[in-house]
Each structure stands twice: as structure tokens, then as C-alpha cells.
């Protein structure tokens, strides 16, 4: 998920696909495609290298659904809209989600993303409720604290901004997790998720000194201190709407591992994902100022209208959906790039053909169904998709109307981690604006646009 997720999917369908071929009485030939090193498999291949250039070779020399092994786990890859819609909706029921072991083991094997049925189907009822805009709307006074503290401690400095989106992203998860609790606990969790992620994309070896055995070790201690809080709130006997309270809630009862496996899977389908978002939007509002203008003057009439009315400085759920302008401007120049971001997930190789090389020609290309889809489809599909879109809003909000920010050093390439980034994080230089928000003037500049 993240944007390891972009990745994740492409597995979880592959080894589901593998399954598929060769289950039953009478086993299936597999796909071309090569099986790399014992053990080894193709991982270096695909990690080390902006993994578009591997799918296209791939696709080139063995067609869109090749075999291939990787991360310790023989796997079968998709690369067409067609097959995406056939594993994703059409026959979803004939595919279980699976995960490289590294992950599946790190996460929790009863977390969401590896089931299907009715333990599927109960999850996600629990997940959609803590997740689901009415329950949401109670914490955006919190993720608008969580927002300007962000931005109060990158002032004046030089930022690694994906880093720092991790962080900010980090806690708005843990709020919709454990609700105000969460600055309790914030930096026990931080640091042993921080080291359990360090293991996400490593061989499943579980020696000492291995970046898989550290990993585990963190996740223990998580699982720990999640079996602490889960003690607590028994013992508190309060009803709570986050998402904890919403699997503590559950009649028939999820265990205390079930609830741990799916507290650390939703802190990692949450966080990367929208930080890498996050990372590519701060990227081209500086490299686009007329848009950034446009976003400006929106979320600066939304403070003056609050201003006016006395309704406080602190955003709410109704001022969210106020920003038009914003959200529509953010999907014309996120969406080219997330096509790119999410590109080894389930977009078709061939539109990134050599006609279409630049973002916006590729935007220009008409889609065809199933080949672009931020957030899946299908029973799987992404239930923190109003959560992720709200803690972009109030961010954007808070940088365009108090910050100016420019980039540091060259910005032409991508990183790939694997997933596609800004050059380096996009190291930035993040300042206050020197003129305070003069409302009278903006005012003025209101009415006399209302002429
Ligand atoms: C821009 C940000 C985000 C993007 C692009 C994104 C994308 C996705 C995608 C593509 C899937 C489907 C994966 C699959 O088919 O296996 C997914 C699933 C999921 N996402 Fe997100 N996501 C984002 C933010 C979030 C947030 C903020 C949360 C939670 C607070 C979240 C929680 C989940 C969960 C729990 C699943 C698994 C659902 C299931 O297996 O039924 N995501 N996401």
C-alpha cells in the first residue's frame, strides 16, 4: 500500500494467480517468464531499478501475464486491465490474497488484506465504520492540531518532505486508530514501527543481525504494547468511535491478535501511501504557481469567512467541503503522476508507450477501464479513502495560507523505494510568509472578484 501498496497488490494477485494454476487434480502449465535464483528469485531485478523498466522488459519478451519469484515467493504477474478486473471483481472469489511471507509475517497473518469470506467481510464493516464520514468528521479539530504542529517544527528548515509527510501521516493514522489516546503511546509506537518497516522488503531470514530478525523483534514489542492500551480500555469500560473501539466493539469479538495484526495493517496501508501523495502535491504546487494562487485564495477565503462569522480558526468537516478549486486542481495534478506512482500496480504497460512520455500526455490518453485505480476495486478496495483525502485538505490548507516553500537541489528525476518518489524526498526549504494574512485586504480582493 503503500506505495509500498503499489507494489503489495501486484503480489498479492500474482501468488493468488500462481495458486490458481496450480491447484486442483490436474495442474496447469504455468505462464512464460523465468523464476530467477533459487531462492533469490528476480527480487534484485525488479527492487533495484525503476520497476516499470522491469515490467516492460518482461511484458516485451513473455506477454502481460508472466511468472516470475520474488521476495522468497514464486509468483505470477499481471499486467492488463483485463486480467486486473478478472482477479480483482469479476473472479475475485477464486483468489486468496497472499502476501510474500516477509510481509504477511510482519504484519500479522489476521490482518485484512489476507482474507476473503466472511472474516473478510467482518473486517471490513468494522474498518468502514471507524473510517466512514460520520465518523471522521469528530476528528478534524485533531488533525488540524496534528497539521500545524507539522508545519510549526519544518519552519525555517531544510526538509526531507517525504520523511516528514511520513511522520505527519503517521499520527493522523494513529488518531483514527486510538482517537486523543494516541499522543499517550505516539512515540513507543513510532519507534518500533519505525524498525519493523526497515523489514517490509527484506528475504524473510530470521537470524540475528538480519533487517527481517530486527523487524520481527519490533513487531513483538508492538504487539505488546497494543495488548497494553487493549487492557486499559477494558478496564475503562468507555465506549470510544476510532477504530480500536470499533473492533473492541465487535459482538462476537475479535481476539487481541487479530486486533493487533489489523492496528499495524492499517497503520501501513495508511501511512506511505498518502505521504507519497502528499510529497508529489507540495512538488508541483511549487512548480505550478498559478495553480498554487488558485488553492491560496480558496483556503484564504475559507479563514476570512470563518474569521467573519466567529466561527474560530480551527477547520471543520463542513470547511473541508468547501474547496473545489483545491480538490480539483490537486486530482489534475496528482492524477498523471499517481498513474506513474501506482503504475506497477494495475495500469496497463502499454499506455506508457513512447508517444506518451511526458505526465501530461499521458493524462491526455483516454483511459481505458480498469487501468487506473488509486485506491483498487473490488471487495479490497480502499476503506481509508475519505480519511486519506481529509488529512490532504487540511495540510494543504494550513501550507498554502501560512507557508511559502521552494526545492532544493535538482527535482527532474524519480526515485524508486520501490515505489516512485521526487529525487531524494524532495529535500525543501519551508518558511512563514513574511506578511501576516491582512483579512481586510482579502476581503477587499473578495468583493471586488464579486463585481
Ligand atoms: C492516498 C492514499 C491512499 C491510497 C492511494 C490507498 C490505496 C489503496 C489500495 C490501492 C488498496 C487496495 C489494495 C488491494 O487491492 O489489495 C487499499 C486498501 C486498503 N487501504 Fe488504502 N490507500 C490510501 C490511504 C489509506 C488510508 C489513510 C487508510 C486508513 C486509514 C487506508 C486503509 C486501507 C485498508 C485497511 C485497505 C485494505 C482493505 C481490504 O483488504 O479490504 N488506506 N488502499
Same mark, same amino acid.
Given at each position: 500500500?503503500?506505495?509500498?501498496?503499489?507494489?503489495?497488490?501486484?503480489?498479492?494477485?500474482?501468488?493468488?494467480?500462481?495458486?490458481?494454476?496450480?491447484?486442483?487434480?490436474?495442474?496447469?502449465?504455468?505462464?512464460?517468464?523465468?523464476?530467477?535464483?533459487?531462492?533469490?528469485? @528476480?527480487?534484485?531485478?525488479?527492487?533495484?531499478?525503476?520497476?516499470?523498466?522491469?515490467?516492460?522488459?518482461?511484458?516485451?519478451?513473455?506477454?502481460?501475464?508472466?511468472?516470475?519469484?520474488?521476495?522468497?515467493?514464486?509468483?505470477? %504477474?499481471?499486467?492488463?486491465?483485463?486480467?486486473?478486473?478478472?482477479?480483482?471483481?469479476?473472479?475475485?472469489?477464486?483468489?486468496?490474497?497472499?502476501?510474500?511471507?516477509?510481509?504477511?509475517?510482519?504484519?500479522?497473518?489476521?490482518?485484512?488484506?489476507?482474507?476473503?469470506?466472511?472474516?473478510?467481510?467482518?473486517?471490513?464493516?468494522?474498518?468502514?465504520?471507524?473510517?466512514?464520514? @460520520?465518523?471522521?468528521?469528530?476528528?478534524?479539530?485533531?488533525?488540524?492540531?496534528?497539521?500545524?504542529?507539522?508545519?510549526?517544527?519544518?519552519?525555517?528548515?531544510?526538509?526531507?518532505?517525504?520523511?516528514?509527510?511520513?511522520?505527519?501521516?503517521?499520527?493522523?493514522?494513529?488518531?483514527?486508530?486510538?482517537?486523543?489516546?494516541?499522543?499517550?503511546?505516539?512515540?513507543?509506537?513510532?519507534?518500533?514501527?519505525?524498525?519493523?518497516?526497515?523489514?517490509?522488503?527484506?528475504?524473510?531470514?530470521?537470524?540475528?543481525?538480519?533487517?527481517?530478525?530486527?523487524?520481527?523483534?519490533?513487531?513483538?514489542?508492538?504487539?505488546?504494547?497494543?495488548?497494553?492500551?487493549?487492557?486499559?480500555?477494558?478496564?475503562?469500560?468507555?465506549?470510544?468511535?476510532?477504530?480500536?473501539?470499533?473492533? %473492541?466493539?465487535?459482538?462476537?469479538?475479535?481476539?487481541?491478535?487479530?486486533?493487533?495484526?489489523?492496528?499495524?495493517?492499517?497503520?501501513?496501508?495508511?501511512?506511505?501511501?498518502?505521504?507519497?501523495?502528499?510529497?508529489?502535491?507540495?512538488?508541483?504546487?511549487?512548480?505550478?504557481?498559478?495553480?498554487?494562487?488558485?488553492?491560496?485564495?480558496?483556503?484564504?477565503?475559507?479563514?476570512?469567512?470563518?474569521?467573519?462569522?466567529? @466561527?474560530?480558526?480551527?477547520?471543520?468537516?463542513?470547511?473541508?467541503?468547501?474547496?473545489?478549486?483545491?480538490?480539483?486542481?490537486?486530482?489534475?495534478?496528482?492524477?498523471?503522476?499517481?498513474?506513474?506512482?501506482?503504475?506497477?500496480?494495475?495500469?496497463?504497460?502499454?499506455?506508457?508507450?513512447?508517444?506518451?512520455?511526458?505526465?501530461?500526455?499521458?493524462?491526455?490518453?483516454?483511459?481505458?477501464?480498469?487501468?487506473?485505480?488509486?485506491?483498487?476495486?473490488?471487495?479490497?478496495?480502499?476503506?481509508?479513502?475519505?480519511?486519506?483525502?481529509?488529512?490532504?485538505?487540511?495540510?494543504?490548507?494550513?501550507?498554502?495560507?501560512?507557508?511559502?516553500?521552494?526545492?532544493?537541489?535538482?527535482?527532474? @528525476?524519480?526515485?524508486?523505494?520501490?515505489?516512485?518518489?521526487?529525487?531524494?524526498?524532495?529535500?525543501?526549504?519551508?518558511?512563514?510568509?513574511?506578511?501576516?494574512?491582512?483579512?481586510?485586504?482579502?476581503?477587499?480582493?473578495?468583493?471586488?472578484?464579486?463585481?
Amino acid at each position: 500500500m503503500f506505495c509500498l501498496f503499489a507494489l503489495v497488490p501486484t503480489f498479492f494477485l500474482l501468488n493468488s494467480l500462481l495458486k490458481f494454476f496450480t491447484s486442483g487434480r490436474r495442474k496447469l502449465p504455468l505462464p512464460p517468464g523465468t523464476m530467477g535464483w533459487p531462492y533469490i528469485g @528476480e527480487t534484485f531485478q525488479l527492487y533495484s531499478q525503476n520497476p516499470n523498466v522491469f515490467f516492460a522488459s518482461k511484458v516485451k519478451k513473455f506477454g502481460a501475464i508472466f511468472k516470475s519469484h520474488i521476495l522468497g515467493c514464486p509468483c505470477v %504477474m499481471i499486467s492488463s486491465p483485463e486480467a486486473a478486473k478478472l482477479v480483482l471483481v469479476t473472479k475475485s472469489d477464486l483468489f486468496k490474497p497472499t502476501f510474500p511471507a516477509s510481509k504477511e509475517r510482519m504484519l500479522g497473518k489476521q490482518a485484512i488484506f489476507f482474507h476473503q469470506g466472511d472474516y473478510h467481510i467482518k473486517l471490513r464493516k468494522l474498518v468502514l465504520r471507524a473510517f466512514m464520514p @460520520e465518523s471522521i468528521k469528530s476528528i478534524v479539530p485533531d488533525i488540524d492540531s496534528v497539521a500545524i504542529a507539522s508545519l510549526k517544527s519544518w519552519e525555517g528548515q531544510l526538509i526531507n518532505t517525504f520523511q516528514e509527510m511520513k511522520s505527519f501521516t503517521f499520527n493522523v493514522a494513529l488518531l483514527s486508530i486510538f482517537g486523543k489516546d494516541e499522543v499517550l503511546y505516539r512515540e513507543d509506537l513510532k519507534r518500533c514501527y519505525y524498525i519493523l518497516e526497515k523489514g517490509y522488503n527484506s528475504m524473510p531470514i530470521n537470524l540475528p543481525g538480519t533487517l527481517f530478525h530486527k523487524a520481527m523483534k519490533a513487531r513483538k514489542e508492538l504487539a505488546q504494547i497494543l495488548a497494553k492500551i487493549i487492557s486499559l480500555r477494558r478496564q475503562m469500560k468507555h465506549s470510544h468511535t476510532d477504530l480500536l473501539g470499533s473492533f %473492541m466493539g465487535d459482538k462476537e469479538g475479535l481476539t487481541d491478535e487479530q486486533i493487533a495484526d489489523n492496528v499495524i495493517g492499517v497503520i501501513f496501508a495508511a501511512r506511505d501511501t498518502t505521504a507519497s501523495v502528499l510529497t508529489w502535491i507540495v512538488k508541483y504546487l511549487a512548480e505550478n504557481p498559478s495553480v498554487l494562487q488558485a488553492v491560496t485564495e480558496e483556503q484564504e477565503a475559507i479563514m476570512m469567512t470563518k474569521e467573519e462569522c466567529g @466561527e474560530g480558526k480551527v477547520l471543520t468537516w463542513a470547511d473541508s467541503k468547501k474547496m473545489p478549486i483545491t480538490l480539483r486542481s490537486l486530482r489534475s495534478l496528482i492524477l498523471p503522476d499517481l498513474r506513474l506512482i501506482l503504475l506497477i500496480n494495475f495500469l496497463d504497460i502499454n499506455l506508457v508507450s513512447s508517444e506518451a512520455q511526458s505526465f501530461s500526455m499521458i493524462w491526455q490518453v483516454a483511459l481505458k477501464p480498469n487501468t487506473f485505480m488509486p485506491f483498487g476495486n473490488g471487495i479490497h478496495s480502499c476503506p481509508g479513502n475519505e480519511l486519506a483525502k481529509l488529512e490532504i485538505l487540511v495540510l494543504v490548507h494550513h501550507m498554502t495560507t501560512k507557508y511559502r516553500w521552494s526545492m532544493v537541489g535538482p527535482q527532474n @528525476e524519480i526515485q524508486y523505494a520501490p515505489f516512485a518518489l521526487p529525487q531524494n524526498g524532495l529535500p525543501i526549504r519551508l518558511s512563514l510568509k513574511r506578511e501576516s494574512i491582512d483579512l481586510h485586504k482579502l476581503q477587499k480582493r473578495h468583493l471586488q472578484k464579486e463585481k
